[in-house]
């Protein structure tokens, strides 16, 4: 039989010590959710070709019909919002990036352009850019023009890849 001499003994009981207790319940509360970069490789438009009280809707192919239509009807429990008024092209594609870069998990998002009645010929540049960023973005699945009670065509609800 061997004997554990004192220095073993030490050395047991300092890295017992330092090691806290196994929380045998904390998986069950972490979650797997990866967080994406910022998406930052979008392009910016010089021209507004939306008009301003166009619906605008982009779904992926095989996405639920029925997700699409609960999107379109504005039955979305909770969703943050983003809104754009005032802003540059430039200033809203940052403020986008940002924006869906905080919220990547959630899986719908609301963008409020406006519809561009102070624009020339009442076409919408921040619509435009905000349609043309969300084509660009690899994380958004479907979007469309939100219903009357949610902005009408001057927002967006966007769906995004959980």
Do not use: W
Request: overall charge negative; some cysteine; charged content about 20%.
């Amino acid at each position: 039989m061997t004997s554990i001499n004192e220095d073993d003994k030490q050395l047991f009981r300092s890295t017992i010590d330092a090691n806290a207790p196994i929380d045998k319940d904390a998986g069950a509360r972490t979650t797997n959710q990866v967080n994406l970069p910022a998406f930052t490789a979008y392009s910016y438009i010089t021209e507004a070709r939306l008009n301003g009280s166009e619906i605008v809707s982009y779904a992926k192919n095989g996405l639920s019909p029925k997700l699409i239509k609960k999107m379109k009807r504005g039955d979305i429990d909770y969703t943050a919002t983003l809104d754009l008024h005032g802003q540059t092209v430039t200033e809203a594609c940052e403020s986008m990036s940002q924006f869906m870069y905080h919220h990547q998990h959630e899986p719908f998002i609301q963008i409020i352009h406006g519809k561009g009645y102070h624009s020339e010929n009442g076409m919408s540049i921040l619509k435009t850019q905000v349609v043309s960023f969300l084509n660009q973005h690899p994380q958004v699945i479907a979007f469309n023009s939100c219903p009357d009670k949610d902005g009408g065509s001057g927002a967006v609800f966007a769906l995004l890849k959980q």
